[in-house]
């Protein structure tokens, strides 16, 4: 984990003072956090607004996460603020580690060099994604209408900060200068916006008396690996329809259980080719003031990784 997500976590720890007033909304009515900062899911943004507030308040949330799969490892962390159960808006960073191996072939692999001897560090891409959401209509709980889903409309600004950082060999040598991982991979833009709409629906007592939820989000969006790889290609360099569904169940006053699945187009082809995300996760909220959940992650697919599974934290806390 790096020093910012550190510093951040003990932020959370040590600060308890900052958590004067989580909101009056019930348990679990604000989601988690995604990777991506906005409130929903690990993977996928709902149509729920961040933290507790009601119609009345406002009040903020902080995460940092990590996600560990083999020779990379992506850790993030943020902050989000719901304001009256209508607006949410948020700001995360993203630092994924890919090791030396898979850089130095990367190379190999796209330049046609350097010499086997010739072997590339490690290296870091970093990504700052600002987020907005805003609730268009319906209740995902108490709606009078027991089949009307809560729905809310979403915006990502996505910057790329290594996206043309000159890559290094441990000689000093620069092979490709002002290029990074996203360019030697085929990324035509460094920066992109992604659009959503989400809907969510909560079911009381609906599986044996245990709480329902289903969450479906169309993303119109042109992110290779969610912009972690940058945005378009020279030969598809434009915005596509994105779809994720979440499944998730109550399964006690404390927990919840679920699965999620987000789809990806894939632009770049070859070694950076994409495929379909899915994860299973279990979430456990002692209190209003914190959640913790663990996730099976399935990234579909990462260069010169065969199994692309891994295991995923994530820790929010409502201020």
Not at 62 to 69: E, G, H, I, K, M
Not at 176 to 199: F, I, R
């Amino acid at each position: 984990m790096n020093k910012q997500a550190v510093f951040a976590l003990s932020i959370l720890l040590l600060s308890p003072t900052l958590w004067a007033d989580t909101g009056s909304k019930l348990l679990a009515t604000g989601g988690i956090t995604s990777f991506e900062g906005s409130a929903g899911g690990g993977i996928t943004p709902w149509a729920l607004i961040a933290g507790y507030a009601s119609q009345e308040e406002v009040n903020a949330t902080a995460n940092v996460q990590r996600l560990d799969v083999g020779e990379y490892q992506l850790s993030t962390y943020g902050a989000a603020v719901g304001a009256y159960d209508r607006f949410e808006f948020s700001l995360q960073k993203q630092s994924l580690d890919v090791s030396s191996g898979v850089v130095t072939n990367v190379f190999n692999a796209v330049t046609g060099g350097p010499t086997p001897a010739l072997i590339a560090p490690s290296t870091k891409i970093e990504q700052t994604i600002i987020g907005a959401k805003y609730k268009l209509f319906g209740d995902a709980i108490y709606d009078a209408n027991p089949f009307l889903p809560q729905v809310s409309v979403g915006i990502q600004y996505k910057t790329n900060n290594s996206f043309d950082n000159s890559l290094a060999l441990y000689n000093g040598a620069i092979p490709a200068p002002n290029t990074g991982v996203p360019m030697l991979l085929g990324a035509k833009e460094g920066s992109g916006t992604d659009v959503y709409v989400s809907a969510t629906k909560v079911w009381l007592g609906l599986a044996n008396g245990k709480n329902v939820l289903l969450n479906a989000t169309a993303r119109y969006s042109k992110a290779n690996t969610f912009g972690l790889l940058g945005f378009g290609s020279a030969t598809d360099d434009s915005y596509e329809l994105e779809w994720a569904a979440s499944l998730a169940m109550f399964t006690g006053t404390n927990t919840i259980v679920g699965m999620e699945v987000r789809q990806q187009a894939d632009r770049l082809g070859g070694l950076a080719s994409t495929d379909t995300v899915t994860d299973f996760f279990i979430t456990y909220l002692p209190s209003k003031e914190w959640s913790i959940t663990a996730a099976y992650v399935d990234l579909g697919n990462l260069p010169f990784q065969p199994d692309t599974s891994g295991l995923y934290l994530s820790i929010t806390a409502n201020l």
